[in-house]
């Protein structure tokens, strides 16, 4: 990973802007200019040929507010790889990665639903899993948390009796 990492820096000398290992688990901070070009680079050039997994944090009150991070995996070299971009709460914004792995298609249209990420130059920016006229996005942290009381319960020794073997 040592070595990679110094290839990204030779290469990217102005783009890496942080490399954090924490874990066993390292992560390249870019900012969202650069990041194409070093998903590209990092596929191409590295044989990160998976998104194994892209998703959204949000960080309030901190600035930047959010976080977006793709996972990567190298299926030849077994490795993996977290790239992370910070965006600002103003400009909710990073550039689509579905040019370089086209499975982010549907792993980012799920961090616009739920965090509000827009991902310039998508293909097909609606929402995934909530409905087109649902208003804000649920995982944001200004959200309240909402409980809502549950119009059934479950009694176990009732259904026990009923079915004994329903248990586990």
Not at 113 to 137: C, K, N, S, T, V
């Amino acid at each position: 990973m040592e070595a990679l990492i110094a290839r990204l820096r030779e290469r990217f000398p102005t783009a890496i802007q942080d490399v954090i290992t924490f874990r066993g688990e390292t992560t390249v901070v870019v900012p969202r200019e650069a990041l194409v070009e070093v998903c590209t680079y990092l596929r191409d050039e590295e044989g990160f040929n998976m998104l194994a997994d892209l998703c959204a944090v949000d960080y309030l009150p901190r600035t930047p507010r959010f976080a977006v991070n793709y996972h990567l995996l190298s299926l030849d070299h077994r490795q993996r790889l977290r790239v992370k971009v910070f965006v600002e709460e103003e400009d909710p914004a990073v550039p689509t990665v579905t040019g370089v792995w086209p499975g982010a298609n549907w792993h980012e249209r799920e961090a616009f639903d739920l965090m509000g990420i827009r991902f310039e130059g998508h293909p097909d920016p609606r929402r995934i899993l909530l409905p087109a006229e649902w208003e804000g996005h649920p995982l944001r942290k200004e959200i309240p948390v909402v409980v809502e009381e549950i119009a059934y319960s479950f009694n176990k020794a009732r259904i026990y009796a009923e079915k004994p073997f329903a248990r586990e």
